[in-house]
């Protein structure tokens, strides 16, 4: 029986860097961006140790019980410069954690409303 390395076919080894993005070495997101989950935890342990934060002290407790695996209830982590002010092949530029803010659900909806101070920052760009 012969393998495919070999005989001088692609291995599976290069398929996966062929699938890697040259910037982060996560999966290519050239199509739909996963956001990353290490980052976000990084961002939720480091706001629940900033007592300026937004976060009470409920929500403090409830990240650091959790070791930032889990968002606590009734709050969202916020991308200052939103995803979409790029494309999906350099989204993973905006997505690290000095990005990242936990902050109140309620906040951060009034941030994204048409009338909110992030749309106003940062408008949508405009569909052909």
Known sequence: ??????VGGPSAGDQDKEEKCPKCGRKKHDKKYRRS????????????NDLTSDLD???????????????????????????????HE?????????NMKTQPRSKH?????????????YPRPKKK
Do not use: W
């Open 37 to 48: 989950k290490s980052e976000r935890k990084k961002a939720l342990k480091r706001d629940a």
């Open 1 to 6: 029986m012969t393998d495919i390395d070999s």
């Open 90 to 98: 350099d989204r993973c530029e905006l997505d690290v954690e000095e």
């Open 57 to 87: 002290e409920k929500a403090r407790e409830f990240i650091k019980e959790h070791n930032g695996d889990l968002v606590p209830p009734g709050y969202e982590v916020s991308h200052e410069e939103p995803l979409y002010t790029v494309p």
């Open 109 to 121: 909806r009034v941030r994204h409303k048409k009338s909110g101070q992030q749309y106003h920052d």
